[in-house]
């Protein structure tokens, strides 16, 4: 049974920073890009940030660029989004994402997604 466990959300101020982790069971981890996907309240799912299987190469959503880093630790089942100077139009619920693709970019749509995570609640107060 695959599983992806998202966990470090929470409630910060304006200019903080979170650090989100997604661990992965069930699954080949390496063989596997990972995203990150967040939904506002009213809002569409939108995409975040991705990185390839080996974690060589990365792609982030304009919003995120310059704020946000993801990375990965193969070794671990983990993926992780550290955010620095959050925003409160950062709030909302962030959703881990695997996708079993051969370029990074193709996760940014969402359409390529194999499996998802629960998701975890961001809220940025300001």
């Known amino acids: 049974q695959v599983q992806l466990v998202e966990s470090g959300g929470g409630l910060v101020q304006a200019g903080g920073s979170l650090r989100l982790s997604c661990t992965a069971s069930g699954v080949t981890f390496y063989t596997y890009a990972m995203g990150w996907f967040r939904e506002a309240p009213g809002k569409e799912r939108e995409f975040v940030a991705a990185i390839s299987h080996s974690g060589g190469n990365t792609d982030y959503a304009g919003f995120a660029k310059g704020r946000f880093t993801i990375s990965r630790d193969n070794a671990q089942n983990t993926v992780y989004l550290q955010m620095n100077s959050l925003k409160p139009e950062d709030t909302g619920v962030y959703y881990c994402?695997?996708?079993?693709?051969?370029?990074?970019?193709?996760?940014?749509?969402?359409?390529?997604?194999?499996?998802w995570g629960q998701g975890t609640q961001v809220t940025v107060s300001s």
């Open positions: 994402a695997a996708a079993r693709v051969a370029t990074v970019v193709s996760v940014r749509t969402g359409e390529w997604v194999d499996y």
